[in-house]
């Protein structure tokens, strides 16, 4: 576990606002496509894929690194990486006891 000092916790939210926006890439799926063979979930290293079998699956973009394994193994092609904007919608630190708190919203594009 890595120990995090008072002046990192400061500088992090710092760089931290609410209402500020973040982007990154995350794996999307195509719902009305999906067939729900379970292929991605089952293949995911992050578990960013949930969904069972014979039902449709979804991306939850929070865990999703981007790695594009759940779209090698598609048989029907309907994944793919899209851009994503995070806001953070809130945000909330106890330097005494170290922890932040944020509350994300993922805008998929």
């Known amino acids: ?6 002046q990192d916790i400061t500088n992090i939210l710092h760089y931290l606002n609410p209402n500020q926006r973040i ?5 999307y799926i195509k719902e009305d496509c999906c067939i729900g063979c379970n292929k991605c979930a089952k ?6 894929i949930v969904g069972s ?6 991306v939850m973009s ?4 981007s790695c594009d ?12 990486i899209i851009p994503v904007d995070i806001t953070i919608n809130n945000l909330q ?4 006891d170290v ?11």
Do not use: F, G
Request: proline share 4%.
């Open 1 to 6: 576990m890595a120990i995090v000092e008072d």
């Open 23 to 27: 982007k990154k890439n995350s794996a």
């Open 53 to 58: 079998m014979r039902t449709v699956h979804t």
């Open 43 to 48: 293949l995911c290293p992050a578990k960013a």
């Open 99 to 109: 922890s932040i708190s944020l509350n994300l919203i993922y805008n998929h594009k």
């Open 62 to 65: 929070k865990n999703c690194i």
């Open 69 to 80: 394994i759940c779209i090698e193994s598609c048989p029907v092609n309907c994944i793919k």
């Open 93 to 96: 630190s106890n330097k005494e």
